[in-house]
C-alpha cells in the first residue's frame, strides 16, 4: 500500500466520500512516483525538449524526432527510456524481461516498428560471502534481456555494464527502445477529436488479465527492504515475448487496415495501473470520458476481484481506441486471422467500454458502478514539496596528484587491465542477438556506438549509444553533463551527428535532501550539455524521452551513485563513412586529441593516489564541442582510419582497446611515446573527454587542430611486432599483446 | 514463381529473409503457418526463417513440427522442391525427421541440443563464425560455392548442437554439409572454432538429392556488403574496410536457388 | 536427495505443449500435463530433503526462485479419480559437467554437495487408467515410429517414475 495517510484525506476531500476499493488503486497508482512524477515534475522542466527537429515532445508514450527524408517520405525515430531497477532486484529474469517488454510497448503504440534496443546495467560488486545475489543477479538480468529480446527479434544495439559496490542491493536496469516510424503514421496516446462526431470504442487485446504485477505501480516507489519481499512479490509481472511477437504481426495487420480506411485512432500500451491507468489517459488527454465494462475484460481466472483487473500489471496487452464502425475488424484481426486464442488460453482481443464525451471515468463490474470519478479528479495534479541540501564541491583542481609510495605505474596499468570495468563484455553481449532485422552495419562492442541502415534502399544510418557514469558521488552535475558528453562523443566517433537524446535517472530517496541536490545537478548538468554541445545554431539536442527512478536504496540507507544515464542517437549520411575503433594497418599514426586535466576523484585512478584534489573530470563544453567537430570535419575530409573516445579508464584503456579491438585479436603492435608528457599520470588515465584517433595523414591533422586551438598531442605509430611499448620521460614499458589479449578475454568463455 | 517464406507464431527473421530473396530477384510472399494447403501449392520454394516458434517451448523447433503446414513441406521436399530452413527452421526441420534421409528407415535422425562447451551448458550465443561447405555440387543452394571456401556467417542460437542418431552414416555420406571451421579453414573439433559443440562440427546439411538444406547459421545476415564486421580477419572484412567490398558472401546461396528455380520450373 | 520444482503461476511450456498434443496431434486422452524441473543432488547432510532446499532457495536462486516457484520432495498424484497420472523424467543422454554450479551453491550456501543432476519430469494426467503408461509411451515419448513431443530421441532419454 502506498497511499499514504495524507493522500488518503486529500482523496476523501476531492471526492467527498470514501474511495470505492477499484478508485484506491486507481488513485494509489495514479499518484505513484512512477506514474506522478510528483517529486521530480519541477525540475524536469529545466531540460531542453524543444527543437526544430522534434516530431513529438515528451508526454506520449515515446517522443519522436525526424531522422531522415527519403522518398518524399519524412522518416522518424520514436523513442522510449525506462527502468526496471527494482523488479529486477527481486525476480531478476522476469524484471530485466518485462523491463524491456514495457519499453518496447511504448514505441510500438506509436505506430513505430521496433528497430533496437539498448541496455545499462549496473550491477554489485561481490566482496567475500557477503552478497549472495550479486552474481546471480547479474547473470540473471542478462538471461532476462536475452530471452525477451531475442525471441520478440529485436536486436540489442549496444549498452554498457558497470560494476560498483553500491549497486550491491539495487541494480539498474535501464532500457531504450528506438522505433521507425513514418511521419504521417504517428499514432497518438489519446482519442482523436473524431470522436466528437461518432462513437468510439476501446478494445483490449493482450494476454488475459491476471493478478501479476498488481500494486506494481506503487511496487517501484517503495524503497526495497529485506523484510517486506514475500509482500513485493505478487508485483512483478511475467513476460511472454512470443505472444507479444505475435501481436506484433497482428498489429502491424490493423495499422495497414487502419491507414488503408483513413480512420484516426488512439492507441496506449498497459503500465503501471493496467487497464485504468492506460484507459483513462487515452481518454482524458483527448478530452473525452470512459465507460467501462469490466465483464468484457478477457481474464485467466473468474475468480479476479474487480480492483485486480481493473489495475493489473499484466504484460503484453494494449488498449486502442477506434471508431465504433471498425471495432469488429479489429476484433477479428487478433481472434480469427492470427488465432490468438489457440496460441495462448484466454487471450486475444475485446471491446471494453465506449468513449463518453460527458467527461466522467465509469467501471462496471456484474451490474454495479464499481468506479465513477470526474475526469478532473483523476487528473488532478499532485505534488510532493522536496527540499534539497547543496554542498559544496569541487571544481578546480589545485593539487599536484602524487602516487602512493611503491607503486609502479606498470602496475597500475596492469590492474586497469584486469578490472571488470575494462576487460571485454563479450560475456555478457554474446547473449544477446544484435543482427536480427539484417540492419546492423558496425556491431556492439566494435566501436563507440551502434550503427544501423533502418531505411531500405537509404544509405543512411542510425548511430546508438547508452552511456553513464560513477562520478555522482563526487560531482552530481559533472555525473549529468558528462554522461550527455559521452554519448555524444560516441555518436561523432563513427562520423554521426547528434539527433537527440533520451535521459533516465536513477536516485536514491528524494525525500532526502541531500539526494534531491544530486538529482537537481544531474538535471542541470544535462540540460546544459544538451544546450551547449549543439551545433545547431539556436536549438539544443532535444531531449525527447525519459524517466525517473527514485528509492534506489537499501534499508540500510546506501543509496545507489546518483546515475543519470543517457541514450544518444545520430545520423550519418552514408554508412560507408563509418569507422570503427580498431587499428588494422602498420604506420599509421595515433593522436590524442582533447586537453588532460588532474581530474581524479572517482575515476579508476583514485585509489593508487596519495594526494590529489577532490574534482571529478570536469566538461567543458567549449573543448568538447570543438573537438566534436574536428572529428567530423577529419571524417568528411577522409583523414580517419579509426576513431575511439577517451572516457573511463583514460587514454591507456582506449589504445588498448583500440591495439586488441573487439575480440583481442590484434592486427598490428603499437609504440606509445609519452616521454614529452610532462603529466604522465593526467596523460594516460585522465577521463576528461576526448579522442585517440589514428591517420596516415599527421600534417594535415594536426593543421586542422592548431586552425581550431585544439590541444592534441601525437603519441605513437603502429608497427608490426605484437608488442605494446610505451615509452615515458622515466621508463620503457612493454607489453606481449597474447598476454594482453588473455587479460582482456579473462572474464568470456 | 515465387518462394513461401511461412511464417510461425514466433519466428523473426522473416521479413530479412524475405528481402533477400527479393533482391536476388525472387518474387517471395510471407504465408502464414495457418494458411490453407492449396494456397501453398503454387509455391515452388518454401523457406522456414528464423525465429522462436512457440517461444523454443518444450524445445526449439518440436511444436512447429507437429503443425499440419508441416506436413505438407514434407510432401513438398520429397517432390523435389527447394526448401531452406534457417536456424529455427533448420531445428523444425530435425524435429520433423525431413532431414537427414541417410537411411529411411530412422525416422529421427538428428536433434538439436542445447549449446555445449565441453561437458556444459554453454547458453545463447551471438557471434561470427567461419564455415566450409563439404560437397557444394551436391545441393542446388551451395553449388556456386567451392569446397575451399572459407565463409563468414553470423550464428544466433541456444540449441544448436548438432546431435545424429547413427553417427557412421554421416561421416561416410557424400551429401552436402557445412562445417565450422576457423578462420583460415582448419577443423578443429574444440571451442571456439566449434562454437556449440556440434558433431563433426555441422553447421548445416542437405538431404542426398540437395533440395532441403538446414543450417544454424543465418545466411541472410552475410547478405549485403554491410553485414561483414569490419573486424575480422578475413579478406571480405579486408576488402570491407578498403570499401571495395560489394556484396555479402552469402548472396550466392540465394542467386543459386533463383536460377534453380528459373531452369526447373 | 531429490526435489522437483514447479511454477507457481503459470509454466507456458506445459501449455504448449498440452497445445500441441490437443490441437495438432489430435491426443486428448491426454487431459492435463504439469512440468516439474527435477534436482538430483548428491550432498552429505543431516538435514531431511525439505530443510536442505529450503535452506539453499533461502540463500540463492540456482535451483529455484521462491518468488515464482514451489517444490515439492514427493511426486502427487492428481486427485481426479478420472485420469491416471504418469510421471515422465526426461534427461539428456550425455553427462553433464555441473561443477560449476555445485561450486556456486556450496559457495554461497555452505554445502558439501558432490553433484547436481538436472531432469524434467512431465506428469501426465491420462483418462484411461488401464493403459495410461502405454498411451504416454506410443504417443508422447518417442517410438520406432517417430519423435514424441517429450523428450528427443537423438539426445535425450527417459524412464518412469513412481509417485
Not at chain 1, 522476469?94 to 519499453?103: F, I, K, M, P, Q
Not at chain 1, 463490474?365 to 483523476?378: E, F
Not at chain 3, 536427495?1 to 498440452?18: G, N, P, R, T, W
Request: proline residues 5%; charged residues 20%.
Amino acid at each position: 500500500m502506498a497511499l499514504s495517510d495524507n493522500d488518503l484525506k486529500q482523496i476523501k476531500e476531492i471526492l467527498k466520500r470514501d474511495p470505492s476499493p477499484v478508485e484506491y488503486y486507481i488513485f494509489d497508482a495514479m499518484w505513484s512516483e512512477h506514474c506522478s512524477y510528483k517529486s521530480s515534475k519541477p525540475i524536469l522542466k529545466r531540460l531542453p525538449t524543444k527543437a526544430e527537429s522534434v516530431a513529438l515532445g515528451i508526454g506520449e508514450d515515446s517522443g519522436i524526432v525526424r531522422f531522415h527524408n527519403h522518398d518524399g517520405e519524412s522518416y522518424c525515430i520514436a523513442i522510449s527510456h525506462e527502468s526496471h531497477n527494482h523488479p529486477s532486484q527481486i525476480l531478476p529474469i522476469e524484471g530485466a524481461a518485462t523491463g524491456v517488454g514495457g519499453c518496447v510497448r511504448d514505441v510500438y503504440c506509436m505506430g513505430a516498428d521496433v528497430i533496437g534496443v539498448l541496455n545499462s546495467l549496473h550491477f554489485g560488486v561481490k566482496n567475500g560471502s557477503d552478497n549472495f545475489f550479486v552474481e546471480e543477479i547479474e547473470e540473471k538480468v542478462i538471461q532476462g534481456i536475452a530471452d525477451y529480446g531475442n525471441p520478440l527479434g529485436v536486436p540489442v544495439l549496444g549498452g554498457e555494464t558497470l560494476y560498483h559496490s553500491s549497486y550491491n542491493d539495487n541494480c539498474l536496469v535501464n532500457v531504450a527502445a528506438l522505433g521507425l516510424i513514418k511521419e504521417k503514421n504517428i499514432i497518438h496516446s489519446y482519442v482523436p477529436k473524431q470522436a466528437e462526431s461518432e462513437p468510439y470504442k476501446i478494445i483490449l487485446f493482450g494476454k488475459p488479465t491476471d493478478s501479476t504485477g498488481f500494486g506494481g505501480a506503487s511496487f517501484s516507489s517503495d524503497t526495497l527492504d529485506e523484510d517486506n519481499k514475500e509482500t513485493n512479490v505478487g508485483a512483478v509481472q511475467v513476460h511472454d515475448p512470443f505472444l507479444k511477437r505475435v501481436f506484433v504481426e497482428a498489429i502491424k495487420a490493423c495499422l495497414t487496415y487502419l491507414e488503408e480506411e483513413s480512420i484516426e485512432i488512439g492507441f496506449k500500451d498497459l503500465g503501471a495501473g493496467g487497464i485504468a491507468c492506460a484507459t483513462s489517459e487515452l481518454a482524458v488527454s483527448g478530452g473525452f470520458g470512459v465507460a467501462l465494462d469490466l465483464d468484457k475484460v478477457l481474464i485467466s481466472d473468474p475468480r479476479l476481484k474487480p480492483e485486480v483487473i481493473a489495475c493489473s500489471e499484466t504484460q503484453e496487452r494494449f488498449a486502442m481506441a477506434v471508431p465504433a464502425t471498425h471495432t469488429q475488424a479489429i476484433l477479428d484481426i487478433f481472434n480469427k486471422q492470427f488465432q490468438i486464442p489457440d496460441l495462448h488460453p484466454q487471450a486475444g482481443a475485446s471491446c471494453i467500454g465506449v468513449v463518453t464525451k460527458e467527461k466522467t471515468y465509469k467501471i462496471n463490474y456484474q451490474s454495479n458502478i464499481v468506479c465513477d470519478l470526474d475526469v478532473a479528479t483523476i487528473t488532478t495534479q499532485v505534488h510532493a514539496d522536496r527540499y534539497s541540501q547543496p554542498r559544496i564541491i569541487e571544481k578546480e583542481a589545485t593539487i599536484n596528484a602524487e602516487l602512493n609510495k611503491n607503486i609502479l605505474l606498470e602496475d597500475i596499468c596492469n590492474t586497469y587491465l584486469n578490472s571488470k570495468l575494462n576487460a571485454s563484455k563479450r560475456y555478457v553481449y554474446r547473449f544477446f542477438d544484435n543482427a536480427v532485422k539484417g540492419n546492423t552495419v558496425i556491431y556492439p562492442g566494435e566501436a563507440d556506438a551502434v550503427v544501423i541502415k533502418p531505411i531500405p534502399d537509404s544509405k543512411t544510418g542510425l548511430a546508438v549509444s547508452m552511456d553513464s557514469n560513477l562520478y555522482g558521488n563526487t560531482d552530481p552535475y559533472t555525473a549529468g553533463a558528462y554522461a550527455v558528453s559521452e554519448s555524444i562523443r560516441n555518436i561523432i566517433s563513427v562520423g554521426a551527428t547528434p539527433l537527440a537524446l533520451t535521459d533516465c535517472l536513477n536516485y536514491g530517496n528524494p525525500e532526502k535532501p541531500t539526494v534531491f541536490f544530486d538529482f537537481e545537478q544531474g538535471v542541470d548538468g544535462i540540460r546544459d550539455a544538451a544546450n551547449q554541445l549543439s551545433f545547431h545554431k539556436s536549438d539544443p539536442i532535444p531531449i525527447i524521452s525519459g524517466n525517473v527512478s527514485f528509492y534506489n536504496e537499501s534499508k540500510q540507507g546506501n543509496a545507489v551513485v546518483p546515475s543519470p544515464v543517457i541514450c544518444a542517437v545520430g545520423k550519418i549520411d552514408d554508412i560507408a563513412m563509418a569507422k570503427t575503433s580498431q587499428v588494422f594497418n602498420e604506420n599509421v599514426t595515433l593522436v590524442r586529441i582533447g586537453k588532460r586535466y588532474e581530474e581524479f576523484a572517482q575515476t579508476q585512478l583514485e585509489p593508487y593516489l596519495s594526494e590529489y584534489s577532490n574534482v571529478a573530470p570536469q566538461v567543458r563544453f567549449d573543448q568538447e564541442k570543438k573537438q566534436n567537430k574536428l572529428v567530423l570535419d577529419l571524417y568528411k575530409d577522409n583523414l580517419l582510419e579509426s576513431c575511439h573516445d577517451i572516457s573511463m579508464g583514460g587514454l591507456w584503456v582506449s589504445v588498448v582497446e583500440m591495439i586488441l579491438g573487439e575480440r583481442g585479436k590484434p592486427f598490428v603492435g603499437l609504440e606509445l611515446d609519452l616521454s614529452k608528457s610532462t603529466h604522465i599520470l593526467a596523460e594516460l588515465f585522465s577521463e576528461n573527454g576526448g579522442y585517440v584517433i589514428a591517420t596516415y595523414n599527421i600534417d594535415a591533422v594536426k593543421q586542422r587542430c592548431e586552425q581550431q586551438q585544439i590541444d592534441n598531442d601525437v603519441i605513437g605509430n603502429t608497427i608490426s611486432n605484437k608488442q605494446l611499448r610505451v615509452k615515458t620521460a622515466t621508463e620503457t614499458m612493454q607489453w606481449d599483446l597474447d598476454d594482453m589479449s588473455r587479460q582482456w578475454n579473462q572474464f568470456n568463455p | 514463381m515465387s518462394v513461401a517464406v511461412i511464417q510461425f507464431p514466433g519466428s523473426n527473421c522473416e521479413y530479412e529473409t524475405l528481402h533477400s530473396l527479393n533482391v536476388v530477384g525472387l518474387s517471395a510472399d510471407i504465408v502464414p503457418w495457418n494458411s490453407d494447403h492449396l494456397d501453398l501449392s503454387t509455391y515452388k520454394g518454401f523457406v522456414l526463417p528464423g525465429g522462436f516458434s512457440f517461444q523454443d517451448r518444450v524445445r526449439a523447433g518440436v511444436v512447429s513440427s507437429k503443425l499440419p503446414i508441416l506436413g505438407f513441406i514434407k510432401e513438398r521436399a520429397l517432390d523435389g522442391y527447394p526448401v531452406l530452413g534457417i536456424c529455427n527452421g533448420c531445428q523444425i526441420l530435425a524435429e520433423s525427421g525431413i532431414l537427414p534421409d541417410y537411411n529411411p528407415d530412422i525416422s529421427m535422425g538428428m536433434g538439436l541440443a542445447p549449446n555445449m562447451n565441453e561437458q556444459s551448458y554453454h547458453g545463447f550465443v551471438c557471434d561470427w563464425v567461419y564455415v566450409k561447405i563439404k560437397n557444394p555440387q551436391g545441393s542446388l543452394f551451395t553449388r556456386y560455392f567451392n569446397d575451399t571456401d572459407v565463409i563468414p556467417i553470423q550464428i544466433n542460437h541456444g540449441e544448436g548442437n548438432f546431435k545424429f542418431f547413427n553417427k557412421e552414416l554421416v561421416q561416410t555420406s557424400t551429401s552436402t554439409q557445412l562445417i565450422y571451421s576457423d578462420e583460415i579453414g582448419d577443423v578443429s573439433f574444440s571451442y571456439p572454432t566449434n562454437p556449440n559443440g556440434s558433431e563433426f562440427n555441422m553447421a548445416g546439411l542437405c538431404n542426398q538429392s540437395g533440395n532441403v538444406l538446414a543450417m544454424m547459421p543465418h545466411p541472410e545476415r552475410g547478405m549485403f556488403w554491410y553485414h561483414i564486421p569490419r573486424y575480422l580477419n578475413h579478406d571480405l572484412s579486408s576488402q570491407r574496410r578498403k570499401g571495395v567490398l560489394t556484396d555479402g558472401p552469402w548472396k550466392k546461396m540465394f542467386e543459386s536457388l533463383r536460377d534453380y528455380i528459373q531452369e526447373t520450373y | 536427495m531429490e526435489c522437483f520444482v514447479y511454477q507457481k503461476h503459470i509454466d507456458l511450456h506445459a501449455v504448449s505443449a498440452l497445445e500441441a498434443i490437443h490441437g495438432f496431434m489430435n491426443l486428448t486422452h491426454c487431459k492435463r500435463l504439469s512440468r516439474f524441473v527435477h534436482w538430483i543432488v548428491d550432498v552429505q547432510t543431516e538435514c531431511d530433503a525439505v530443510d536442505f532446499f529450503s535452506m539453499i532457495t533461502s540463500k540463492s536462486y540456482y535451483l529455484l526462485n521462491p518468488n515464482k516457484e514451489g517444490f515439492v520432495t514427493k511426486l502427487l498424484a492428481s486427485n481426479d479419480q478420472d485420469t491416471h497420472s504418469v510421471f515422465v523424467d526426461v534427461f539428456p543422454k550425455e553427462s553433464l559437467d555441473n561443477s560449476v554450479l555445485v561450486e556456486k551453491i556450496n559457495q554461497h550456501c555452505g554445502t558439501c554437495i558432490n553433484h547436481i543432476k538436472k531432469h524434467i519430469t512431465w506428469q501426465c494426467d491420462i483418462d484411461i487408467s488401464e493403459q495410461s503408461t502405454e498411451f504416454v509411451c506410443s504417443k508422447l515419448l518417442p517410438s520406432d515410429l517417430g519423435g514424441g513431443i517429450l523428450a528427443n530421441p537423438v539426445y535425450e532419454s527417459f524412464c518412469f517414475l513412481n509417485n
